[in-house]
């Protein structure tokens, strides 16, 4: 059964610094990997997606890296801003199974 | 086009009530999900939908709910005899279905259940 898991939990950076968020899934046979945004009370914003055979996207200042030998997943967020606050969650989705296995997410918090 | 809408935002419940969702894919996405979080948590896979068919449920899915997705269009959710436990934000996803490993999934902005 895989699971993902997101650390840290937390994270509160001063705004212009430069962070990763990580990702761990146990089951390297996924069909991609996603990352998205939840804002509080709200839904989901995709953000990237990283197909298995890709190690990495980009998209402005983000960047996701896939390592799945590791089982391993990255997101950089490059010169964060306060409007980055939010949740950020990973998500597998396994080979034909449609269904999207989602981390607990990492709740970002970036002081003025 | 509008993305995938959701009805109503917010419900609030008693116990033992029967509730009714309804969900509004991206206009011709094929495929239809719904999901359930909890406060603190990633979403959770509940059912999913290929046009008008339910092709997988979780187990997550008890007895007391059933989901519908009439000609292949909107999407209904509902729950029987709601219990405290209930109490969640139910989401709802489509994609265009094309089989591919670049399919995203667009979420809606949920429903939000209380279950007093």
């Known amino acids: 059964k895989q699971e993902v898991t997101q650390i840290p939990a937390a994270l509160s950076v001063p705004e212009g610094e430069n962070l990763v968020l990580n990702c761990s899934f146990t089951?390297?046979?996924?069909?991609?990997l996603q990352w998205f945004r939840q804002d509080p009370g709200k839904g989901l914003t995709s953000l990237l997606l990283?197909?298995?055979?890709?190690r990495e996207q980009t998209s402005g200042r983000l960047n996701a890296s896939l390592d799945k030998s590791s089982g391993r997943s990255t997101l950089y967020i490059a010169a964060s801003q306060p409007g980055d606050s939010a949740t950020y969650l990973c998500a597998c989705e396994e080979d034909s199974s449609y269904k999207l296995i989602f981390g607990s997410g990492t709740r970002l918090l970036v002081r003025p | 086009d509008t993305g995938v809408s959701q009805d109503p935002r917010h419900k609030i419940t008693k116990r033992g009530q029967n509730v009714t969702f309804r969900c509004d894919p991206i206009s011709e996405h094929n495929r239809l999900y719904w999901y359930r979080q909890t406060l603190g948590q990633g979403p959770e896979f509940l059912t999913y939908?290929?046009?008008?068919?339910?092709?997988?449920k979780s187990r997550l899915l008890s007895d007391r709910f059933s989901a519908e997705r009439p000609k292949g269009s909107f999407s209904t959710l509902e729950i029987q005899r709601t219990e405290q436990g209930d109490s969640a934000m139910y989401l709802c996803?489509?994609?265009?279905?094309?089989?591919?490993?670049?399919?995203?999934?667009?979420f809606g902005p949920g429903t939000r259940l209380t279950v007093l």
């Open positions: 939908f290929q046009n008008e068919a339910q092709l997988e």
């Open positions: 089951d390297s046979a996924i069909y991609n």
């Open positions: 990283i197909q298995s055979s890709q």
């Open positions: 996803a489509s994609s265009s279905g094309s089989g591919t490993a670049t399919d995203t999934q667009y």
